[in-house]
């Protein structure tokens, strides 16, 4: 991220969560051993918790191999986080990667691998209503 923890892209990462019914929480920058190594955590119900570390990169291609390598000690802090923290129902840890060409990709780290997480169909998206066109005049 940047020294300013790159807001624009937490805050849209923030209102698609939220878009998705989860509530979520922003963790202030520093590390802290009580904190999860998170930029947010999003909660749906009790048995959901998503921690959520974000980063942004400029590089168009973009595969697990990749991401373990380039953020292989967020990776780490996350098995160490999912490690202490094993009786918690439903805790997920992500990095969500941010491209200004492909917006949000998301990787999901667990005990022993790196798995991307997939996007939603294009036919699971919600539709949303035509704006309507202005008349009288041309385009």
Same mark, same amino acid.
């Given at each position: ?29 520093? &590390? ?10 999003? $909660? ?13 990169? $400029? ?18 802090? &996350? ?15 992500? /990095? ?7 917006? &949000?990709?998301? &990787?999901? /780290? ?30």
């Amino acid at each position: 991220m940047t020294s300013r923890r790159g807001t624009l892209i937490e805050d849209g990462a923030r209102e698609l969560l939220q878009v998705h019914g989860y509530t979520v929480r922003v963790i202030p920058s520093g &590390f802290n051993k009580r904190l999860p190594p998170a930029h947010l955590v999003a $909660s749906r119900g009790s048995d959901e918790t998503r921690c959520i570390k974000i980063r942004k990169i $400029s590089h168009l291609s973009l595969t697990v191999d990749i991401v373990q390598g380039k953020y292989h000690l967020d990776i780490v802090q &996350f098995r160490k986080h999912l490690a202490r923290h094993t009786g918690e129902p439903g805790l997920r840890c992500e /990095i969500w990667i941010y491209s200004l060409y492909y917006g &949000f990709r998301c &990787f999901e /780290i667990q005990k022993d691998i790196v798995r991307e997480i997939p996007k939603p169909a294009p036919d699971n998206l919600p539709v949303l209503p035509k704006s309507p066109v202005p008349s009288g005049g041309s385009a």
